[in-house]
């Protein structure tokens, strides 16, 4: 039988103690901004006047953001809850309708998020930039996803590939972030497979002829396997959110 010294078993019972962000974030150099920021939701009701949503499973979307954000001190809370009750903005299948409804509900020095059952197509559950978050009523999950680009974000598999294994052209493909990996993802891509819910297997080979190793648990990514930002993308969203002019 192998014994386990007394120093690393502790060790490991205070690692375990530790929440996922906690342990993600330890021994970060990351700016504390100290900034909370009012989001202002707006529920469109559907052809029957129902919201079809629960308060509290957006007040849920909201906290986990909150979780994510937490390493740069940046927190958002709901200020006011307003039922939208024209049901043609329960389903918006164009840009141009989003923009209608933005100039008639948009509330000035708060984050706008409209919560409603389509959005554009089925490839899409959420929109994030500016100072306005659209989010479909079964895709509260993503809010942490557009909060990320509403403060400069891409996606990680910005340019579908173009970003180098090697990460020689990192500050100029991709998401131009270079400590998130290379990643090749794009709906049409053939023999694309996720081992174990999030480990990807795929035979494609970038320009060098390297395979791809995507991060698949960063929440910019499209594999649904999210667990946190990068230190690049925090001190990229810490920033903007510094710098910005909204507020």
Partial sequence: MKIIPFTLLFSLLFALSLKGQELHTLNKDLPCLDRHFNLMIHIMVDSTRNLGVDIGAIQGAVESTNEMFAPICVSFGICEVDTIWNYNFDSLPNPEEMAEKSAIFQKSNRLNVYIMSHLLDETVCGLGGGSTIHLEKGCLGAMTHEMGHVWGLAHTFEGNGTELVDGSNCETAGDGICDTPADPYDPSLENVTWQNGCEFVWLGLDANGEYYQPD??????????????????????ANNIKNSSLW
């Fill in 216 to 237: 698949m648990g960063n929440i910019m990514s499209y594999y649904g396997c999210d667990c946190g930002f990068t230190r690049g993308q925090y001190l990229k969203m």
